[in-house]
């Protein structure tokens, strides 16, 4: 018997998205502070402390719970969203940027999925969100990610979200696939992780690409993302930080012209 609320769900949108969650009479789904979007007359609101997975756990598995997410970048606090009315009600929840949000099954997924920092966007009430620990060395020190991933355990539904477009895989027993540290959002506990060193010295100072990557080796499920959220935001303040050459003068106007920017 599944131990989280079951709840049923549709993602709405392309490039901005946002998911619907329907809930039938006292279900319960639970999102990051800042999340919301709009929800049905019926629909009651109660912010809590932790995840809602340990609510009858006491003061200190409450704690607990909420240091975890501290850990991993979340917040103290969450939102949760209870039908208190009759029939079933929505409520919708939007992602902070550009790019998808991924519906994870955990109950069909092994129970449990090890994703990045900050990902974490709503699931059904009962389901944790923890750290995972990388117990190497090298792993935690250049993976991109750190020592500390993120972690969603239960049976229930779970919804993550990453920049850009994601693409699923799913790796055979033994598959090996080499990847960008910073495209990873997260795989199954049963995918092994850990980081290569690229090597060559050309590699290294003309690459372009750092100087290590990610291996995720199967069996097991990944998914992978075109654009890490710090990878936009680097873009973004190059542009915004960038000074034109020779901003005001004639010779400035004359390359920027040229450069297609016109005067």
Request: charged share 20%.
């Amino acid at each position: 018997m599944l131990q989280n609320h079951e709840i049923d769900y549709r993602i709405i949108g392309e490039e901005m998205q946002y998911v619907e969650i329907e809930l039938d009479p006292n279900e319960t789904a639970v999102a990051e502070p800042g999340a919301f979007m709009m929800m049905d007359d019926g629909i009651s609101m109660q912010t809590i402390f932790g995840d809602g997975s340990n609510q009858n756990n006491g003061l200190l598995g409450k704690l607990f719970s909420a240091g975890k997410r501290m850990l991993v970048g979340e917040n103290l606090f969450m939102t949760a969203f209870t039908n208190t009315g009759v029939g079933k009600k929505h409520v919708s929840f939007a992602a902070p940027y550009p790019g998808k949000i991924i519906p994870l099954d955990l109950y069909r997924l092994g129970y449990k999925v090890i994703c990045q920092k900050d990902a974490f966007l709503c699931a059904a009430k009962g389901v944790s969100i923890g750290i995972e620990f990388q117990r190497k060395l090298g792993t935690g020190l250049f993976g991109g990610e750190g020592f500390i991933m993120e972690k969603l355990e239960g049976d229930g539904m779970a919804f993550v979200h990453a920049c850009g477009h994601v693409e699923q895989k799913e790796l055979q027993p033994g598959e090996l696939l080499k990847i960008d540290t910073g495209c990873i959002v997260g795989f199954t506990a049963t995918v092994q992780y850990d980081i290569q060193f690229i090597g060559g010295i050309k590699n290294t100072i003309f690459g372009g690409e750092g100087v290590f990557f990610a291996t995720l080796r199967g069996p097991g499920t990944v998914w992978i993302q075109t654009l890490p959220i710090s990878r936009l935001a680097g873009r973004i303040l190059q542009y915004a930080t960038f000074k034109k050459r020779e901003e005001g003068s004639v010779l400035g106007g004359l390359g920027n012209l040229l450069d297609g920017d016109g005067w």
